[in-house]
Structure formats: structure tokens, C-alpha cells
């Protein structure tokens, strides 16, 4: 006969779904592997017990023993250190401190070429200060000022007479003097040429100095005066035998300019020692320059063509040895490459 019972069902205890869950839990599902469990929720133990506590009094059966949470909660430093995967598992909606924590941030290296460019600008921009500023100091710095004037280069001149003209220099830093200002400060000296002018630091100026050459000599009254190729009279002499230079006969005043200049050339193309041994000179005319010798010998030097060629063949005719039985009264060099003695 069939029994009519019904089967009884009866709820488990919590604690035995609890322990049922656990024994699930370490299923091996994959070939005896254990399964791993993350989470990245912890479930506050008492909201979890309260939850317990209040189902069971729903049912109306004491709960004596508090609820677990279905997944292992996390301890040690996984849980608290930012970056992790629990924190990094937490809901869209807030804001995770490892999101915000500029540990997350990827610091990625310069390149090493723009490293190098940017080095080699800033070094450049620190030279460029560093020598403006040794420049600024250079021409403003009064440790650089003129302290002393050297000179070089006179003889119709006194050096003294030079440093006396330049005194206005003194105190002045070396680079700003410039060899306009000398020359305006020598202008006077009319003896002087050209200057060149050299900073020798930390305070001496070397001034060398380029005088015009006398080519003859001007008789006026009792004295004489030397004049150069331009006629400018460079000084005067009491003694023309003390000076060797030929007299030209009543210079500019007397015999014209053009005759002067034409004359004046002539005797500045000759070199010194064929000064020393005229005695005068004097033109006819532009195209009729003669040349007299302290023998008593005559030069019919014609123009001012040429001069530096006829200059260096009279030269050379001059040093050929007298010959007592043909004594030469002229030398014609009018026409240089057929000079003629006679």
C-alpha cells in the first residue's frame, strides 16, 4: 500500500547555507585548480549582520550567528594601496582616489636631442650676457681710461709737441678713443700726414704718427722754408746747408702755382740721397723742370711724367764714376729709357 506521507522540507540554518557556499566556493572547476576570487567591495560586517538579523526576524527565528559575505573580503595592503584592482573595480559613479592620485601619473622621459638643444640655448643665451657685459664694462669701465700718450714716428716733430695735442684724451676709456678724434685734435699740426692709433691696456694710447716729407726748400727774406710735394709748409730754417735740400726759386709766390706744383712733384718722386745733392730747382714751364746739382751739374728733367722711372735712372747715373777726361755738365732724363750725358 502506498504511503500517503508527504516528504518534510525543511529549511537550512544560515550557518549551514554559509558553510555550503564556502564548500562551493573551493570547487575546482578547471582540472583541480582552485578558482580565484576578486572583489572589490567589502561589505561592512555589521550591515551584512543587520541584513542577516533582519531576514531571520522576518522568518521570526533567532540569528545567533552573524552573516558572512558571500566573497572573501580583502586584507593587508591590497586593499588600502591605490592603483589596485579592487580599487579600480569600485562603481562608475564615484570617484576612485586612485584616479586621482598623482602616483597614476606616467612621467615620460625627455628626448635626449631636445634636452640638448635646450641646454646648448641657454648656455648660448648665458655667453652672449656674460660678454655684453665684459663689453659694457670695457668701454665704461674707468680702469681702462688714458693714462699715458705714446708717440712714434716724428721728426719735424717733438713728441711732447703731439702729446700736449692729445691731452684732452687723458681720462678717457681706450675703446671709445677712435682715430677721427686724433685726427681732429692734430689738425693743427700741419706737419703730420696721417696718424694710426693703438690701445695698449690698461691705460696707454700708442699714437703713431705719419709726417709729411720737406721736398724743398723756399727762400723768403733770410729764411728758408720746407715745403712737401703739396706746397705746406712744414717749417722754417735759418741754415738751408743744415737741411740738404734744393731751393726752389721764389717758390709758389714768384713763379706760379702750376710751375710750383710741377716743380714740387719732381723733387718728391727723388729719393733722399738725390735730394741731398741738389742745390735748386726751378721750371720754366709745366713741360721745362731743371735740376741743379751742388757740382754745378744740370738736370733737364722735363714734365712730371714718369717721374718714379726718371727718379731711378738719374739715380743711377749719379753713382757711374767721373771720368776726369769727359766730365759730364748735364744729364737729360726727359726721356727716360734713352737718358743722355753730356
Same mark, same amino acid.
Request: hydrophobic share 40%; net charge positive.
Given at each position: ?13 544560515? @550557518? ?5 557556499? @564556502? ?19 567589502? /561589505? ?16 521570526? !527565528?533567532?540569528?545567533?550567528?552573524? @552573516?558572512?559575505?558571500?566573497?572573501? %573580503?580583502?586584507?593587508?595592503? =591590497? ?5 589596485? %584592482? ?8 564615484? =570617484? ?5 592620485? &598623482? ?8 628626448? %635626449? ?6 641646454? #646648448? ?22 680702469? $681702462?681710461? /688714458? ?10 716733430? !717733438? ?29 693743427? +699740426?700741419?706737419?703730420?700726414?696721417? /696718424? ?9 694710447? #700708442? ?9 724743398? $726748400?723756399? !727762400? ?26 734744393? #731751393? ?15 716743380? =714740387? ?23 721745362? /723742370?731743371? +735740376?741743379?746739382? +751742388? ?26 764714376? @767721373? ?12 726721356? &727716360?729709357?734713352?737718358?743722355?750725358? %753730356?
Amino acid at each position: 500500500m502506498a504511503s500517503t506521507r508527504r516528504p518534510t522540507y525543511r529549511p537550512a540554518k544560515p @550557518a549551514t547555507r554559509d558553510a555550503d557556499a @564556502a564548500r562551493e566556493a573551493d570547487v575546482k572547476p578547471d582540472g583541480g585548480k582552485p578558482a580565484v576570487i576578486t572583489a572589490s567591495k567589502v /561589505v561592512p560586517e555589521g550591515t551584512a549582520q543587520n541584513g542577516r538579523t533582519q531576514k531571520s526576524q522576518s522568518k521570526g !527565528k533567532p540569528q545567533d550567528t552573524p @552573516a558572512k559575505a558571500s566573497w572573501p %573580503r580583502l586584507k593587508g595592503p =591590497a586593499a588600502s594601496k591605490p592603483g589596485t %584592482r579592487a580599487a579600480d573595480s569600485a562603481s562608475p559613479g564615484t =570617484a576612485s582616489p586612485a584616479s586621482t592620485s &598623482p602616483d597614476n601619473v606616467l612621467a615620460f622621459p625627455e628626448p %635626449r636631442g631636445r634636452r640638448i638643444r635646450r641646454n #646648448v640655448i641657454v648656455a648660448a643665451c648665458v655667453t652672449a650676457a656674460i660678454v655684453a657685459g665684459l663689453i659694457v664694462a670695457a668701454i665704461y669701465s674707468p680702469v $681702462l681710461a /688714458v693714462q699715458s700718450v705714446s708717440v712714434t714716428g716724428t721728426k719735424l716733430l !717733438k713728441p711732447a709737441q703731439v702729446q700736449a695735442a692729445l691731452k684732452p684724451l687723458l681720462g678717457t676709456p681706450l675703446p671709445q678713443v677712435s682715430d677721427s678724434q686724433v685726427d681732429s685734435l692734430l689738425k693743427p +699740426l700741419v706737419q703730420i700726414k696721417s /696718424v694710426k692709433t693703438q690701445a695698449h691696456p690698461p691705460s696707454v694710447l #700708442v699714437v703713431q704718427v705719419q709726417e709729411r716729407v720737406p721736398v724743398a $726748400l723756399v !727762400k723768403r727774406g733770410k729764411e728758408y722754408m720746407l715745403v712737401d710735394v703739396d706746397g705746406v709748409r712744414l717749417g722754417t730754417t735759418a741754415d738751408p746747408a743744415s737741411v740738404k735740400l734744393p #731751393v726752389i726759386d721764389g717758390g709758389a709766390g714768384t713763379i706760379g702755382k702750376e710751375l710750383f706744383q710741377a716743380t =714740387a712733384e719732381v723733387l718728391g718722386a727723388l729719393p733722399a740721397n738725390v735730394l741731398a745733392k741738389l742745390s735748386n730747382a726751378s721750371a720754366k714751364s709745366v713741360d721745362a /723742370v731743371e +735740376l741743379k746739382l +751742388l757740382d754745378g751739374q744740370t738736370v733737364i728733367w722735363g714734365n712730371a711724367g714718369e717721374k718714379e722711372l726718371k727718379a731711378r735712372v738719374l739715380e743711377a747715373l749719379l753713382k757711374v764714376p @767721373a771720368d776726369p777726361a769727359n766730365p759730364v755738365n748735364t744729364y737729360d732724363v726727359s726721356v &727716360p729709357r734713352h737718358p743722355v750725358t %753730356r
